[in-house]
């Protein structure tokens, strides 16, 4: 089902994703992976179903890019980084 989506509209849910998991961690400022992961279905939701394996490479690519770390004591939390 995943693949039927156009490359241009793959694109918007990357970015709305990751707006959505910005927006959530900076109000949250810390949060565990899975809750993190769920908030963002649900903020997404109205407007489409994101993957979780895509959420978590949105991730992955806000922490390269700085936006947020994983927490020193625990991986599985991420803090936002102002």
């Known amino acids: 089902l995943e693949s039927e989506v156009?490359?241009?509209?793959e694109e918007d849910?990357?970015?709305l994703t990751?707006?959505?998991?910005?927006?959530?961690?900076?109000?949250r400022k810390s949060l565990e992976h899975?809750?993190?992961?769920s908030e963002?279905?649900?903020?997404?939701s109205s407007r489409f179903t994101p993957n979780?394996?895509?959420?978590?490479k949105r991730?992955?690519?806000?922490?390269?890019r700085e936006y947020l770390e994983?927490?020193?004591d625990d991986r599985r939390v991420y803090k936002y980084l102002a």
Request: charged content about 30%; aromatic content about 0%; proline content about 8%.
């Open 6 to 9: 156009p490359p241009t509209v």
């Open 13 to 15: 849910r990357k970015h």
């Open 18 to 27: 990751e707006a959505s998991i910005v927006r959530i961690m900076k109000a």
């Open 34 to 37: 899975n809750n993190l992961i």
């Open 40 to 44: 963002v279905v649900k903020q997404l």
């Open 52 to 56: 979780p394996l895509m959420i978590k």
């Open 59 to 64: 991730i992955e690519s806000l922490i390269e």
């Open 70 to 72: 994983r927490t020193r």
